[in-house]
């Protein structure tokens, strides 16, 4: 089962910086929903309590700003993947096979 971690900082001058830690498992999930009239919403369910959505400031437009981070953050996911599968070792409780069988 994952685990989630909610940390608050305190900066000096004053202002406040979450952070949120988790780890995925199997009960962990992204989605993006694609609207016809609508920016579109990047959703990141994990552990309970946890559940992050990315979209646009406003609903029918996408700034450059906005494209950008999309580009920056879909580069950022398929490194993550990447590194992900150097290190996938088969879990001997489920039988599971090598990386190519997992969806």
Not at 5 to 18: A, I
Not at 80 to 101: I, K, L, Q, V, W
């Amino acid at each position: 089962m994952g685990w989630a971690q909610l940390t608050v900082h305190t900066e000096d001058e004053g202002s406040v910086r979450y952070s949120v830690s988790m780890r995925a498992d199997r009960e962990t999930w992204a989605h993006c929903c694609r609207y016809e009239d609508q920016a579109p919403i990047m959703i990141v369910d994990g552990p309970p309590g946890v559940h992050v959505a990315i979209t646009s400031q406003e609903q029918t437009r996408v700034t450059r700003g906005e494209l950008e981070f999309a580009r920056a953050l879909a580069r950022e996911a398929a490194r993550y993947a990447d590194e992900c599968e150097r290190f996938y070792a088969p879990d001997d409780t489920t039988g599971e096979g090598s990386a190519e069988n997992v969806a």
